[in-house]
């Protein structure tokens, strides 16, 4: 049986290693204001400077079924069978669309995630890899629902203003967090980002503290692959997060840029630690 390996553009897996994986995507939409344009059209750099001269955010389309449609059946063109890897249903449309879509055709299996981000892509290259090993489509679904449970993901945020913009949080919480520089821990948890623990500081010092809080609070990661995914990051930030995942002895660390899906709600300086527990 031939498979199909699918996801939205929000895997956030740079071009070269989708190709690589042979991993298919369909794309979100942007909205920069009346302007509708496909996520990976414009660059992080582009829409921070859209914020800042508009002072509004991007809003992000999900899939709709029709784009499901043309993209599933294109797939099944070539392949016997498609396993589609969805963005949260706690934060969009976008599973909703694609299940609906797949009840109607054969052989077409669609996983909520529950994640967002890498979170999706961790999920998907474990996919790729039971492909490969010669697992059905039905196996790597059933598998894929299971280990979605055992994702963790989190966040730090500098500042609160894009959660501000985008009507998450109240003005008082800004200006508090402003005031007091408190960068807050932002940790999906049934599919939905909840606020965790909050940290003090400037931006360097609270990074590397919350990355010694998240190892020091999982006592039993799988160690064989993490990610480390930011929208923008300081040197420092980056090594904070390096340093603290091998003295905890992951294996293989790999670093992506957040997406506009992510960045959207968290803004710059935003970095996320994300991995399997066993």
Known sequence: ??????????????????????????????????ELIKDGDISLSEMFEFVKKRNILPKTSAVNEFQFQEHFSKLLEKNDAVVHFSLSSGVSSAYVNAKAVA????????????????????????????????????EIYDYSMQLRNKLQTTYIIEKLNYLYKGGRCSALQLFGSNILRIRPQIVVKDGKMVVGKKFRGKMNDATKAFCEYVMDNCPNPDLESVFIIYSTATDEMLESARTALKNKGFKNIYEAITGITIASHCGEHTLGLIFFEK
Do not use: R, W
Request: net charge positive; charged share 25%; proline share 3%.
């Open 1 to 34: 049986m031939k498979i199909a390996i699918s996801a939205e553009s929000t895997i956030d897996l740079p071009k070269e290693q989708l190709k690589k994986l042979n991993i298919s995507t369909v794309p979100f939409g942007i909205f920069l204001g009346d």
């Open 103 to 138: 009840d109607k055709m054969e052989n077409v299996y669609v996983v909520d995630t529950l994640a967002m981000s890498v979170g999706i892509a961790l999920i998907t290259m474990n996919a790729v890899k039971m492909k490969k090993d010669g697992s059905t489509a039905k």
